[in-house]
């Protein structure tokens, strides 16, 4: 064979290969997910569900608290607080598969600052995040609003070089969604994307089980009703899951229609649904079924 038509082969050979093997690293690639919170049991709470079915296909699923959680409790406060719900918020991340980050800002005063939207924007490009789920700005709690602004502000950015250089901008804006939420004004909680969690339910009531000092102290306490915690720690992971069973909304049923047909939509009995973000990409029918491949199964 003519020496240069050999090198050509062996040429075009190896750039088939690089093409091969890149196009097969794309199809591989998992998708990775960020959920941000407000305080360390919010994640486990609005998304804790989806979070495990996406930890068992072997997907790279992280939760951030924006707060350290130092003011929710009402015996104990400041750094003795945050560092129980620190390890709190560590247990119920192995329950559940994921890993979990906290963010050293009090609890209960959080702004919409640009120090704290730098934080977030780090935190998203350091995950490599395909998709972001935090709060609606709609919420009973400043926390939890400002936490849907500052994730909000995030989007976009977090796709820009020049903004905090010192950690690599993301090539593409993720896909940003919301949890759910039970607030009316100034507009409803859209159910885009509806999740079947009915298998997994123990394991996010397992979850919540490790934040002790929220579901059996603090939550009850301020919401007048820790007379009904039952003191026995099976008796109380019982009661905990009751209280979390909720009936599924008209809407969100409507949804799980949408993308588990009816007939499967009819048998499932616990649900976690997300809104779509406008400033984030948006993902088409098709591509979210790639996004959530636990959709219709
Ligand atoms: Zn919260």
Redesign the pocket.
């Known amino acids: 064979m003519n020496p240069i038509y050999k090198k050509l082969c062996s040429f075009l050979a190896l750039i088939l290969t690089i093409f091969l093997t890149a196009n097969t690293q794309e199809d591989d690639k998992k998708i990775r997910i960020i959920m941000i919170?407000?305080?360390p049991?919010?994640c486990d709470d609005d998304g804790g569900g989806t979070a495990a079915l996406f930890a068992q296909m072997g997907y790279a699923v992280k939760f951030v608290s924006i707060t350290n959680g130092d003011a929710g409790h009402q015996l104990i406060g400041g750094a003795e607080l945050a560092k129980r719900r620190f390890a709190e918020a560590q247990e119920a991340g192995k329950r559940l598969g994921v890993t979990c980050d906290v963010l050293d800002n009090h609890d209960g005063q959080l702004m919409p600052t640009l120090e704290v939207r730098l934080q977030i924007i780090k935190k998203i490009r350091e995950w490599n995040a395909d998709i972001v789920i935090a709060p609606r700005p709609n919420d009973y709690?400043p926390?939890?609003r400002y936490t849907g602004v500052l994730v909000q502000d995030a989007a976009y950015m977090v796709a820009v070089p020049n903004i905090a250089p010192e950690t690599p901008a993301l090539k593409k804006n993720p896909v940003f969604l919301y949890f759910q939420d039970r607030f009316q004004r100034p507009n409803p909680f859209r159910p885009d994307i509806a999740v079947d969690i009915t298998n997994v339910f123990d394991k996010k009531v397992s979850a919540l089980d490790a934040h002790v000092s929220q579901m059996y102290e603090w939550l009850p306490w301020i919401g007048h009703y820790a007379d009904k915690v039952p003191k026995d720690k099976s008796d109380r992971v019982k009661w905990l899951a009751e209280t979390r069973k909720q009936p599924i909304r008209t809407d969100v049923k409507t949804a799980l229609e949408k993308w588990y047909g009816k007939e499967k939509a009819a048998t499932i009995k616990n649900a976690e649904a997300f809104e779509i973000c406008e400033y984030g990409a948006q993902p088409s029918d098709e591509e979210i079924k790639k996004m959530f491949p636990m959709l219709g199964k």
């Open positions: 919170g407000a305080h049991d919010d709690h926390d939890h």
